[in-house]
């Protein structure tokens, strides 16, 4: 699979933006912040890159000299700003294409499809096997950065919440947890009756890692308990070198 790297502010359009990408033959690793994004360009090594024009009020056109001295790779900005300067602009700092966010799906794929052709990354010989040796079938966690690798190699970007969740529930593999252990050890209160919180965290960490896990039910709830966790096979590796909080 082609590794690219997606970095979006908007939720819905970054993930609906990398179901479809995933779908179509990229291994996509997603980030929602510039700095992020820095770390992803490591991690990832990816061939391709779409970042967002704005992301979090930061015009990303202000950094493309820069990204340009870390990233040689094809690099495409995503915009819903229509207008020709920025565009021009864009081109001139050393995108390959700018594509705006209201063209059609098929055109997206096909344009960042001649983009990677253009830049000529995914023939040059010896960086498949390369790849291949980086993502060995385990999960890693990199917890100054938040992110998440899959075993097939995806990194996802998840939140300081999700982030203690899944470090606390991996090293309680197998064992009940209560829903107040939970909001004590991850969200740093106690359980209200009426509090959804703890629910909604482990709600989205199902459907963040659920993909991946062939189906099985990771966290299963115990009716008026809490949750057994069934565990990760997590690598002590981290992203970025130092140890890792997941046992």
């Known amino acids: ?19 479809f990408l995933g779908a179509n033959g990229f291994a996509v690793s997603w980030g929602r912040t510039l700095d992020v994004f820095y770390a992803l ?10 970042l967002d024009q704005f992301v979090n009020g930061r015009d990303s ?23 020709e ?35 000529n990354r995914s023939n040059r010989t010896g960086e498949a096997p390369a790849l291949a040796a980086q993502s060995a079938p385990r999960w890693s966690i990199d917890a100054k950065w938040h992110l998440l690798r899959t075993p097939n190699g995806t990194l996802l970007q998840i939140t300081n919440s999700e982030c203690a969740a899944l470090v606390y529930l991996d090293s309680r593999a197998g064992q009940l947890v ?28 199902r459907r963040l890692i659920g993909p991946y896990m062939n189906g099985d039910d990771v966290i ?28």
Not at 221 to 243: K, P
């Open 220 to 247: 299963r709830a115990v009716r008026g308990q809490g949750y057994i966790f069934a565990g990760l096979n997590t690598n002590r590796s981290a992203l970025d070198g130092t140890e890792m909080l997941m046992d």
């Open 1 to 19: 699979m082609l590794p690219i790297v997606i970095v979006e502010d908007d939720e819905a359009f970054g993930e609906e933006l990398s179901e």
């Open 61 to 83: 056109l202000n950094d493309l000299y820069t990204i340009r001295r870390r990233f040689a790779g094809g690099l495409v900005i995503l915009t819903g700003n229509p207008r």
């Open 41 to 50: 360009i490591d991690a990832a090594k990816p061939d391709l890159v779409i």
């Open 178 to 205: 209560t829903r107040d252990e939970l909001s004590l050890k991850v969200l740093g209160r106690p359980f209200s009756p009426f509090d959804r919180s703890v629910d909604n965290l482990l709600s989205r960490i």
């Open 85 to 119: 300067v920025d565009r021009i602009i864009a081109l001139e700092e050393g995108a390959d294409d700018v594509i705006l966010k209201s063209v059609s799906p098929r055109e997206m794929l096909a344009r960042l499809r001649a983009v990677e052709r253009r830049t």
